[in-house]
T-cell receptor, first 107, second 117 residues
Framework: GIQVEQSPPDLILQEGANSTLRCNFSDSVNNLQWFHQNPWGQLINLFYIPSGTKQNGRLSATTVATERYSLLYISSSQTTDSGVYFC?????????FGTGTKLQVIP | DGGITQSPKYLFRKEGQNVTLSCEQN?????MYWYRQDPGQGLRLIYY???????QKGDIAEGYSVSREKKESFPLTVTSAQKNPTAFYLC????????????????FGPGTRLTVL
């Protein structure tokens, strides 16, 4: 199956700072999902992006399928952005998740 | 409201008991999934189902069983054969790409925290 690596594993930000999270995958994918898991465990989908760039408010994602990576940008971070961010290749029944980036935004 | 519900939110089990976790969706999605998450870890796939009366093993199916008798329901049974069942269990669903096998984005339920006493 497709292997997924996320970096960094942990990240601490001051409120208002920007950050970039990276997701590398071992093979070509039909699509790439980004999720945010809040401190209560709920996973929320952020993006479903096969290639190119999508933006949603302070968050944006870019997938470069030919080079097998995706980036998640968080601008002007807020404490509510804290949690774990997961990426997963989409478009397959057997979806493999990365181990996540744990983000803590401090006031 | 459309969405995925899981129950119970918290579940305690004695060693040697089977327990069943409920997952229901009203999104009219074809595919449903069960994942296990251990503290500080990512999600690992237990079982998935693309259509009613059909399901496939994921990466860690041993000690678990599922059924898919209705499109909207995909219950997971944690059997006594599962040696270390304490974990957070997440159910998800997604649309299917009209028989192509390519799925749309996944939507997750709120999860069930299972603890073995």
């Amino acid at each position: 199956g497709i292997q997924v690596e996320q970096s960094p594993p942990d990240l601490i930000l001051q409120e208002g700072a920007n950050s970039t999270l990276r997701c590398n995958f071992s093979d070509s994918v039909n699509n790439l999902q980004w999720f945010h898991q809040n401190p209560w465990g709920q996973l929320i989908n952020l993006f479903y992006i096969p290639s190119g760039t999508k933006q949603n408010g302070r968050l944006s994602a870019t997938t470069v399928a030919t080079e097998r990576y995706s980036l998640l940008y968080i601008s002007s971070s807020q404490t509510t952005d804290s949690g774990v961010y997961f990426c997963a290749p989409g478009g397959y029944q057997k979806v493999t998740f990365g181990t996540g980036t744990k983000l803590q935004v401090i006031p | 409201d459309g969405g995925i519900t899981q129950s119970p939110k918290y579940l305690f089990r004695k060693e040697g008991q089977n327990v069943t976790l409920s997952c229901e969706q009203n999104l009219n999605h074809d595919a449903m999934y069960w994942y296990r998450q251990d503290p500080g870890q990512g999600l690992r796939l237990i079982y998935y189902s693309q259509i009613v009366n059909d399901f496939q093993k994921g990466d860690i199916a041993e000690g678990y069983s599922v059924s898919r008798e209705k499109k909207e329901s995909f219950p997971l049974t944690v059997t006594s054969a599962q040696k270390n069942p304490t974990a957070f269990y997440l159910c998800a669903s997604s649309n299917q790409g009209g028989g192509t096998g390519i799925t749309d984005t996944q939507y997750f339920g709120p999860g069930t925290r299972l603890t073995v006493l």
